[in-house]
């Protein structure tokens, strides 16, 4: 049994009512100068043409990386957001040893099309591992800005910085975390998801207006939104500086979708078997456009009804990260989908599944062969158990309180939801002595730390792993929930392995990794609501090899968990 709140109702019934988003009047055949036009008061700036949506590079291997841009020169045109561009264009590319372009070492010539918008994405191989190189586009007689990238390096490798984020919602603020990410010092970036939202204008928040497009459902309104979101300049720069890693959550296809199961039939995309199945193909492809993820092989093509994007990334001797997609292959969540729900028979169906059958073999082959000092799962929804028993008088009455047995969970779409799954998972880790391993993870709009034990119901078993979750680039948490008290009080007192809450600020963070430990920083935004930001470190942790984590500087650890 379960309560009738989904995650979207349950996020923002605290929220205050505002002003609702301005109805922007965004014109078919709309040219690149005039959607900006539109787009300023909000925070959109383009680059010059035919380059609108600026290059982005991602997927590093030691020796190869993935180039993308898009072409355009009307990118919120719904009937061709490349607008005048022929329907088919050679770009050229090159790459460089420096800023300047002088000493190249490789160049060559894509063909972009009208069919695929017009992306570009180019596997540049036979390059040095762990090196810095720059790049750019040329086409139609114009240049590209100048991206810089990085490749994967190779053991022994002594250091390497990741960034991590999450969940950027247009309308609810500007994307500062990424101005203040281009001053980090850092190899790559992995996006765990909802890079973009598909909601309505005024659907879900209300700061900014919605990027141009009603709901998205078609394959030019997916490309539509994700050119307003790439006309943020700071996201644009980000893109421009560091090679991103990154995978979708829901909100890139359909809010809480669960493999070919939509949240919902009410929408117009969702409406039967073969629309959503549309929509769901439609979404793919236009993810695939607009991010320099690695191009599909032949038997994994983006135009088949599947797209797979879990994949594995090793950094030397150091870093192995396995990638994964916890939506595609998913069964549907058991309990109604409840946001807060008492658990229900299907959250121990031992046919449930969050990852799918071959994914789950790949991740734990991945972890069993694995020799580098670390393991790390990117992915998208918290992996350790959440209990709500502490929030239960805050909580709507369910009728199945913990009186009539039972625990009570934070989400069903989280890994709580799949518990036959979540303890496969626990249990590899322990019964074959997978050492130094950690998770990270976004989607919840907060930030946490929380031991992975072998038997959450149980304090004095194993802790197998460790779980960084970070705070949303600007979507709402806590903060439309009356703050971080008293949920945190709650929530600390009926989960002793949980370390630490905050539940209200934005920003990124940051794993500063070497062979002795991984120093996790969190760092905050002073404001979303302006398109400038100062950042400061909200609490930083220290997981020593073959040690158990530890804060050495923040406050409002969890006193029950040891920390």
Same mark, same amino acid.
């Given at each position: 049994?379960?309560?009738?709140?989904?995650?979207?109702?349950?996020?923002?019934?605290?929220?205050?009512?505002?002003?609702?988003?301005?109805?922007?009047?965004?014109?078919?055949?709309?040219?690149?100068?005039?959607?900006?036009?539109?787009?300023?008061?909000?925070?959109?700036?383009?680059?010059?043409?035919?380059?609108?949506?600026?290059?982005?590079?991602?997927?590093?291997?030691?020796?190869?990386?993935?180039?993308?841009?898009?072409?355009?020169?009307?990118?919120?045109?719904?009937?061709?957001?490349?607008?005048?561009?022929?329907?088919?264009?050679?770009?050229?590319?090159?790459?460089?040893?420096?800023?300047?372009?002088?000493?190249?070492?490789?160049?060559?010539?894509?063909?972009?099309?009208?069919?695929?918008?017009?992306?570009?994405?180019?596997?540049?191989?036979?390059?040095?591992?762990?090196?810095?190189?720059?790049?750019?586009?040329?086409?139609?007689?114009?240049?590209?800005?100048?991206?810089?990238?990085?490749?994967?390096?190779?053991?022994?490798?002594?250091?390497?910085?990741?960034?991590?984020?999450?969940?950027?919602?247009?309308?609810?603020?500007?994307?500062?975390?990424?101005?203040?990410?281009?001053?980090?010092? *850092? $190899?790559? %970036? =992995?996006? #765990?998801?909802? !890079?973009?939202?598909? &909601? +309505?204008?005024?659907?879900?928040?209300?700061?900014?207006?919605?990027?141009? *497009? $009603?709901? %998205? =459902?078609? #394959?030019?309104? !997916?490309?539509?939104? &994700? +050119?307003?979101?790439?006309?943020?300049?700071?996201?644009?720069?980000?893109?421009?500086?560091?090679? =991103?890693?990154?995978?979708?959550?829901?909100?890139?296809?359909?809010?809480?979708?669960?493999?070919?199961?939509?949240?919902?039939?009410?929408?117009?995309?969702?409406?039967?078997?073969?629309?959503?199945?549309?929509?769901?193909?439609?979404?793919?492809?236009?993810?695939?456009?607009?991010?320099?993820?690695?191009?599909?092989?032949?038997?994994?093509?983006?135009?088949?009804?599947?797209?797979?994007?879990?994949?594995?990334?090793?950094?030397?001797?150091?870093?192995?990260?396995?990638?994964?997609?916890?939506?595609?292959?998913?069964?549907?969540?058991?309990?109604?989908?409840?946001?807060?729900?008492?658990?229900?028979?299907?959250?121990?169906?031992?046919?449930?599944?969050?990852?799918?059958?071959?994914?789950?073999?790949?991740?734990?082959?991945?972890?069993?062969?694995?020799?580098?000092?670390?393991?790390?799962?990117?992915?998208?929804?918290?992996?350790?158990?959440?209990?709500?028993?502490?929030?239960?008088?805050?909580?709507?009455?369910?009728?199945?309180?913990?009186?009539?047995?039972?625990?009570?969970?934070?989400?069903?779409?989280?890994?709580?939801?799949?518990?036959?799954?979540?303890?496969?998972?626990?249990?590899?880790?322990?019964?074959?002595?997978?050492?130094?391993?950690?998770?990270?993870?976004?989607?919840?709009?907060?930030?946490?730390?929380?031991?992975?034990?072998?038997?959450?119901?149980?304090?004095?078993?194993?802790?197998?792993?460790?779980?960084?979750?970070?705070?949303?680039?600007?979507?709402?948490?806590?903060?439309?929930?009356?703050?971080?008290?008293?949920?945190?009080?709650?929530?600390?007192?009926?989960?002793?392995?949980?370390?630490?809450?905050?539940?209200?600020?934005?920003?990124?963070?940051?794993?500063?990794?070497?062979?002795?430990?991984?120093?996790?920083?969190?760092?905050?935004?002073?404001?979303?609501?302006?398109?400038?930001?100062?950042?400061?470190?909200?609490?930083?942790?220290?997981?020593?090899?073959?040690?158990?984590?530890?804060?050495?500087?923040?406050?409002?650890?969890?006193?029950?968990?040891?920390?």
């Amino acid at each position: 049994m379960s309560t009738t709140w989904t995650r979207r109702s349950f996020m923002s019934a605290a929220a205050a009512a505002g002003v609702g988003g301005l109805m922007l009047p965004y014109g078919v055949g709309m040219l690149r100068d005039e959607a900006e036009a539109q787009m300023q008061p909000l925070g959109v700036r383009f680059d010059a043409f035919p380059f609108p949506l600026g290059v982005a590079s991602g997927d590093p291997t030691a020796d190869s990386v993935i180039l993308q841009t898009r072409l355009s020169d009307a990118p919120f045109d719904l009937d061709a957001p490349w607008g005048n561009i022929p329907e088919d264009v050679d770009v050229h590319w090159v790459v460089a040893e420096d800023a300047r372009l002088r000493r190249i070492v490789a160049q060559g010539t894509v063909g972009s099309s009208s069919t695929r918008g017009h992306a570009v994405h180019v596997d540049v191989t036979g390059l040095e591992p762990g090196k810095v190189y720059w790049y750019q586009f040329a086409a139609l007689g114009a240049r590209s800005r100048i991206g810089r990238t990085k490749t994967a390096g190779i053991a022994p490798l002594q250091r390497l910085r990741i960034a991590y984020l999450s969940c950027q919602s247009f309308p609810h603020g500007y994307f500062t975390a990424y101005q203040n990410l281009l001053d980090e010092d *850092v $190899d790559v %970036v =992995f996006h #765990l998801g909802d !890079y973009m939202y598909e &909601y +309505a204008d005024g659907g879900y928040g209300d700061l900014r207006s919605s990027p141009p *497009v $009603d709901q %998205v =459902f078609s #394959l030019n309104s !997916y490309r539509v939104r &994700y +050119a307003a979101y790439r006309g943020d300049p700071w996201l644009r720069a980000c893109h421009a500086r560091f090679p =991103f890693i990154t995978t979708w959550d829901d909100h890139e296809i359909d809010n809480n979708w669960a493999g070919e199961t939509p949240e919902n039939t009410s929408d117009e995309g969702n409406a039967t078997p073969a629309a959503y199945a549309e929509r769901r193909f439609n979404a793919f492809q236009a993810y695939h456009e607009n991010l320099p993820i690695r191009p599909a092989p032949e038997d994994n093509a983006i135009d088949a009804p599947a797209y797979q994007i879990y994949r594995q990334f090793v950094f030397g001797d150091l870093l192995d990260v396995s990638v994964l997609d916890t939506r595609q292959y998913r069964t549907d969540q058991p309990c109604d989908d409840g946001f807060v729900t008492v658990n229900c028979a299907d959250q121990a169906d031992p046919d449930a599944t969050i990852m799918g059958p071959t994914q789950r073999d790949w991740l734990f082959g991945n972890l069993s062969t694995s020799t580098a000092a670390w393991r790390v799962i990117a992915q998208q929804l918290i992996v350790s158990q959440v209990s709500s028993l502490g929030l239960s008088t805050l909580l709507p009455d369910t009728g199945a309180g913990p009186a009539q047995g039972g625990n009570l969970y934070f989400s069903a779409d989280q890994w709580d939801g799949y518990l036959v799954e979540r303890q496969a998972l626990m249990s590899h880790l322990a019964d074959n002595a997978i050492p130094d391993t950690f998770v990270i993870t976004g989607d919840i709009h907060s930030s946490w730390v929380l031991d992975m034990k072998e038997d959450f119901d149980d304090p004095s078993s194993a802790t197998v792993g460790t779980e960084f979750v970070g705070t949303s680039v600007t979507s709402p948490g806590f903060e439309q929930l009356g703050g971080n008290e008293p949920f945190r009080t709650g929530l600390y007192a009926s989960n002793p392995h949980m370390k630490y809450l905050e539940g209200t600020r934005k920003g990124y963070t940051i794993a500063d990794i070497t062979h002795d430990g991984v120093t996790v920083t969190y760092r905050v935004v002073d404001t979303i609501e302006e398109n400038r930001s100062g950042v400061s470190t909200q609490s930083e942790w220290l997981l020593p090899r073959g040690g158990a984590v530890e804060q050495v500087a923040g406050d409002s650890v969890n006193p029950l968990s040891g920390a």
